[in-house]
């Protein structure tokens, strides 16, 4: 059974810290591991993604300040989120990719205060 389980999430001022980590099971030869963000009446949109071999993708507006990190042996994968902005307040939801499949985790919110 496939579940993707996310935790971290919560209430933080603006400028503060919060880690997000996602544990994978039930999937088989996991390719790109990664976090999108949906904030209300706004489509679902990049935040990082992180390949096998550790490349990684930011989106411009988290550059700097978002970092993506896995464990292969593990099938986790964690944001690390500094400098957050209120702007950054969003559902996070943890993907991953295992070809030809997309999996989806139930979403963590993250709310930043100003």
């Known amino acids: 059974q496939v579940q993707l389980v996310e935790s971290g999430g919560g209430s933080v001022q603006a400028g503060g810290s919060l880690r997000l980590s996602c544990v994978a099971s039930?999937?088989?030869?996991?390719?790109?591991m990664g976090w999108y963000r949906q904030a209300p009446g706004k489509q679902r949109e990049l935040v990082a993604t992180i390949s096998t071999g550790g490349s990684t993708n930011y989106a411009d507006h988290v550059k700097g300040r978002f970092t993506i990190s896995r464990d292969n042996a593990k099938n986790t994968v964690d944001l690390q989120m500094n400098s957050l902005k209120p702007e950054d307040t969003a559902v996070y939801y943890c993907?991953?990719?295992?070809?030809?499949?997309?999996?989806w985790g139930q979403g963590t919110q993250v709310t930043v205060s100003s």
């Open positions: 039930g999937i088989f030869s996991i390719n790109v």
């Open positions: 993907n991953v990719q295992s070809y030809p499949y997309d999996y």
